[in-house]
Nanobody, 124 residues
Framework: QVQVVESGGGLVQAGESLRLSCVAS????????MGWFRRPPGKERDFVAS????????YYADSVKGRFTISKDNAKNTVYLQMNNVKPEDTAVYYC?????????????????WGQGTQVTVSS
């Protein structure tokens, strides 16, 4: 099992930047991937971005393309989500998840281990 812990959430103003971190500990899988999801207030959880440990291939939701960047540090088993030019609609609880192998990066069901989430609030 992989333990996943997010950090870095907080309150920011629209247009500012924020960086979330996610540390995966325990047994990690070099052919696996990590993903960020978010749950806005009163809504379902949605895919944000994902990255493969092996080659760094990444994918983004259309709503965050050009503003958010996912990156990784294999030596630290850490994944980051750099959020630039944030908007009030980015307000959500952000979750990090670990997948041990292949599958569609946008699907929650393909991830095996989840963090508890970190709150991001963007004020206008």
């Amino acid at each position: 099992q992989v333990q996943v812990v997010e950090s870095g959430g907080g309150l920011v103003q629209a247009g500012e930047s924020l960086r979330l971190s996610c540390v995966a500990s325990g047994r990690t899988f070099s052919n696996g991937r990590m993903g960020w999801f978010r749950r806005p207030p009163g809504k379902e959880r949605d895919f944000v971005a994902s990255i493969w440990w092996s080659d760094g291939s990444s994918y983004y939701a259309d709503s965050v393309k050009g503003r958010f960047t996912i990156s990784k540090d294999n030596a630290k088993n850490t994944v980051y989500l750099q959020m630039n030019n944030v908007k009030p609609e980015d307000t959500a609880v952000y979750y990090c998840a670990a997948a041990r192998g292949g599958g569609l990066s946008r699907q929650e069901s393909t991830y095996d281990d989840w963090g508890q989430g970190t709150q991001v609030t963007v004020s206008s």
